[in-house]
Structure formats: structure tokens, C-alpha cells
């Protein structure tokens, strides 16, 4: 079935036509790893899973990059601002290199926890500086590069099309931009590679033929994606905030080293968490909420995982505690009736959901419409235990909420042996007792219910 995705650059939805007909290249944009990911980023990274899934669901081959950020993003995605991994290291009192590869790891910790389909390959930016340096080598041979200042730039003005991604008034835009940086020609012109660094400390330096130093944030993402996915690939995701200035970057760059248009075919991008009035939430700012916080506080991973399903990639998705409680609660009634119709028989996947299903995700990846044609299986009387069983787990294939893992909850020895004696109790008459009971199953994170044959016990 026909595949309709949003593609940024044309600012349409399109028909998706990939390049090859044996694999699809897909690149998405990764952390940088100089803190834990919040729960913002990590909406962005659900997405691209969920794209993921999608392709692979529709029976094509995937080949997924995305990339660590672990040298040369400064706090603007411009060249300006501190660099976001000394930030780190100067709060933590280590080297750069331990705090990227403790937040690497934390940051592979959550996706495991998410349920994510891991890329495939996960290139590190400092792995790839030969790959970057050659990349720039290639730009100043075309005659895309200046040096000033120390510096090497890329001149967008050699272009008769940057900014094409954003849509960017050049003139307009420019003329606002106060830029700090004086040896730049023009606004929008951007650092391929530092030498004179505006940080004293910084502790990752390369030499190269242009002196001593570290690549510009940009050039990462174009040399690394060409490197395992070829010169040309289908896809790129990133958040909206990558539109103006990093994405447009990276395409100025490609297709003056490449000579080709367009670099990338799809452009996707996710929307933002945001919290109460419109605030984003900042890997900067006190609002800072990661995973391990929402465990902390008794949530589970795929409840957030659920709760992100629920709105569309392209809206704003607004974060509170008490909408995670809602998810919380419609994962848990998910799971529950997914036990009930648990069953051994072979059954079907019945064609009528799954067409709509399959429209559904295939427009766009519209997984919110999604969601609420799997509770309408659930809700269907016509059909089969089986056969609902069967649709639910197919459709667990986009979703990932681990449905085929589900299994009946096996209560402790202990706890029926407490809901035994509650059941005396309860036949003595003898209220406090069976109250107390009631208090021990509790701390076994069970609750017992009076039934008419007498009682039954739940996972809290
Ligand atoms: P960073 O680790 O800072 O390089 O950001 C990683 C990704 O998170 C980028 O693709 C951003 O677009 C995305 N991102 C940052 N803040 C949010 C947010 N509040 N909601 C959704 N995505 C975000
Ligand atoms: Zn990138």
C-alpha cells in the first residue's frame, strides 16, 4: 500500500519513492551526548523509530545511521555560544571524552528501555575526522571554503539555493542576524573547521592541513551519512529546530561536495514536547526531565512510549503528569485485555482493521488514528479472541509496546497464602484483620477484591 510522508522540503505530503529498490538509506540525527537525553529529546528519537517501523512494516530493507555528537556543537546551533562537551566536562570536573562516554552509553541505555529498533550503525563524530577532513578538502577544492581568522568557512553565497529547506529570506533573515563572528563574509557562512578556538580548554584537537583544531557541528552528519549510506539517501529526520540552520547546513555542504541535488530525497521532522505555555523543554533549562525520572517516580519507559504515540509527529505535544497518568492507565487496560485474549490457537489477522491500520500509519505516520483502530478491535464483539489476539500483535509491530511478551502474572506463594487467611478473616467477621491483610498484599504490589466465591488479586 501507497506510503505518504510529510516531506519538509517540499512542505507536501508526498508519495514515497525510494532511490533503491534493495535498501533504504536512513539518516537521523543523534544526540549530544554532554548530559542525559530529556524526555523531549527522546519524543524526537520515539519518531524516528516509529519511521522506522513503518518502512520496515511495508516490507523494506533499512539501513539506519545516527549519529553521537560528542565534539564541535556549541550551545547555538550557530557557531556561537560555549561548546556544549566542555559544559559537561566543566560541571562534572572529567575529561570530554569520559563525559561522552558515559552519556553514549546512557543514551543506548534508554533506547534499549524504550523498545527501540537500535540503528545500525552509530557513528561517533571523533571516529570520523579523517572523513570530515577530507569532506572539507573537497569543498575548498570546488572553491566553497574561505579562511579567516583561523578559521575555515563555508561561503553560502556560492550557492544559488541555500537556505531552500527553511525557506529563508536571505536578505530579510540576514539583515536581523547579529553575528558575533566578524571574520564570516556573509550571515549565513559557517565554520567548517576551528582552529582558533574561543575555548581555551578545549581538550579535542586534530591536526589537519589546516591547522590544528576541531570540525565545525555540521559537517559530522554530511560525511558520516555519505560514508555508510552513499552519496544520495531516501531519508533524514531531525526536530524542527534543525530546519534553519543545522539541516540547511548540512544540505549547503553536501550538494556543493556532491554536485548533485537533491543530497537527501525526504526531509522529516518532529515537533517539540512542550510544557505548560508553550515552554520547550532545554537539555539547558530546570525543566529537565529524563527517564530515569519518570521510573523514579513509578512510570514505566513504554508509558511514555505510549503517551508519544497519542499525538501526532507534527503537533506540538504538550507534557504533563497527569497526561502520562492517562497513558499510564490505557497501556496497563491494553495489557490487561491482551492477557485475557492470550491464546495458543492459530489464528488470523483480520484483513479489515489491518487494511485501515496499514492506511493509517501510511498516511504520514498518523500512529494517534493508529491507536484508535486497536482499541476498536479490542471493542469489536464480531470477532474472534484469537483473531483479535492475532491483529493486536501485528500491529505491536509499529508500536512496540511489547505485546507478544506479555505474560500472565505468575502471584507469589506468599500473597495467595495472605489472601487465604484475608478470606478467613473476612468469614470470622473480623474486619481488622483482614484489613491489615489487605495492607501486607499491598506491599506485594497486589490488590485483593471481594468477588461472590470470594476474593481475586490484581498487579497494582
Ligand atoms: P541534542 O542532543 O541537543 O543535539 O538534541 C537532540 C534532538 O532532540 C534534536 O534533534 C532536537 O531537535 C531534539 N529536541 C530538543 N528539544 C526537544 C523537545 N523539547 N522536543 C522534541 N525534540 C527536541
Ligand atoms: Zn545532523
Not at 108 to 114: A, C, G, I, W
Request: aromatic share 12%; charged share 30%; net charge positive.
Amino acid at each position: 500500500m501507497a506510503l505518504k510522508l510529510y516531506n519538509t522540503l517540499s512542505r507536501k505530503k508526498e508519495l514515497f519513492k525510494p532511490i533503491k529498490k534493495t535498501e533504504i538509506g536512513f539518516y537521523t540525527c543523534g544526540p549530544t551526548v554532554y548530559n542525559f537525553a530529556h524526555i523531549g529529546n527522546l519524543r524526537g528519537f520515539l519518531f524516528y523509530d516509529f519511521v522506522k517501523r513503518v518502512l520496515l512494516f511495508n516490507d523494506y530493507k533499512v539501513k539506519h545511521v545516527m549519529n553521537i555528537t560528542d565534539v564541535g556543537h556549541l550551545t547555538s546551533d550557530a557557531d556561537e555560544g560555549e561548546d556544549k562537551m566542555l559544559k559537561g566536562a566543566k560541571r562534572e570536573k572529567k575529561t570530554v571524552w569520559d563525559v561522552a562516554a558515559f552519556y553514549t552509553q546512557a543514551f543506548k541505555d534508554d533506547m534499549v528501555k524504550l523498545n527501540f529498533i537500535l540503528p545500525k550503525y552509530f557513528p561517533k563524530a571523533t571516529d570520523h575526522i579523517k572523513e570530515q577532513i577530507a569532506f572539507v578538502k573537497v569543498l575548498e577544492k570546488k572553491g566553497f571554503t574561505y579562511t579567516a581568522g583561523g578559521n575555515v568557512y563555508f561561503d553560502a553565497s556560492k550557492l544559488n539555493d541555500y537556505g531552500k529547506l527553511a525557506r529563508l529570506d536571505l536578505e530579510v533573515e540576514g539583515q536581523a542576524r547579529v553575528d558575533k563572528d566578524l571574520n564570516k563574509k556573509n550571515p549565513h557562512d559557517f565554520v567548517l573547521w576551528f582552529t582558533k578556538s574561543k575555548f581555551q580548554d578545549q581538550g579535542m584537537k586534530w591536526e589537519s592541513p589546516f591547522g590544528t583544531g576541531y570540525p565545525g557541528w555540521h559537517l559530522e552528519c554530511s560525511a558520516m551519512s555519505m560514508k555508510y549510506l552513499g552519496k544520495q539517501f531516501d531519508i533524514h529526520c531531525g526536530g524542527i529546530d534543525h530546519i534553519p540552520v543545522h539541516h540547511t547546513n548540512e544540505i549547503a555542504q553536501s550538494e556543493a561536495a556532491i554536485g548533485k541535488k537533491p543530497w537527501v530525497k525526504y526531509w522529516l521532522h518532529n515537533e517539540f514536547l512542550i510544557l505548560g505555555k508553550g515552554e520547550k523543554m532545554a537539555k539547558s533549562g530546570d525543566n529537565f526531565l529524563t527517564l530515569s525520572v519518570l521510573e523514579e517516580k513509578g512510570y514505566s519507559p513504554l508509558d511514555y512510549r505510549y503517551f508519544c504515540l497519542g499525538t501526532h509527529y507534527r503537533k506540538p505535544l504538550m507534557f504533563s503528569f497527569s497526561a502520562l497518568d492517562g497513558a499510564r492507565t490505557s497501556l496497563k487496560r491494553l495489557y490487561d485485555k491482551v492477557l485475557e485474549i492470550k491464546t495458543g490457537n492459530k489464528v488470523k489477522v483480520n484483513k479489515k482493521y489491518l487494511n485501515r491500520f496499514i492506511k493509517e500509519i501510511n498516511d504520514d505516520f498518523n500512529t494517534a488514528q493508529a491507536l484508535a483502530t486497536m482499541w476498536e478491535v479490542l471493542k469489536d464483539e464480531k470477532l474472534s479472541v484469537g483473531d483479535k489476539y492475532s491483529t493486536l500483535l501485528e500491529f505491536d509491530q509499529v508500536f512496540g509496546l511489547g505485546l507478544k511478551d506479555l505474560k500472565v502474572d505468575k502471584i507469589p506463594k506468599e500473597v495467595v497464602q495472605l489472601a487465604e487467611e484475608r478470606l478467613s478473616a473476612r468469614l470470622d467477621k473480623d474486619w481488622k484483620k483482614a484489613d491489615d491483610l489487605r495492607e501486607k498484599i499491598a506491599k506485594f504490589g497486589y490488590v485483593v477484591g471481594d468477588t461472590k466465591d470470594g476474593y481475586e488479586l490484581k498487579k497494582e
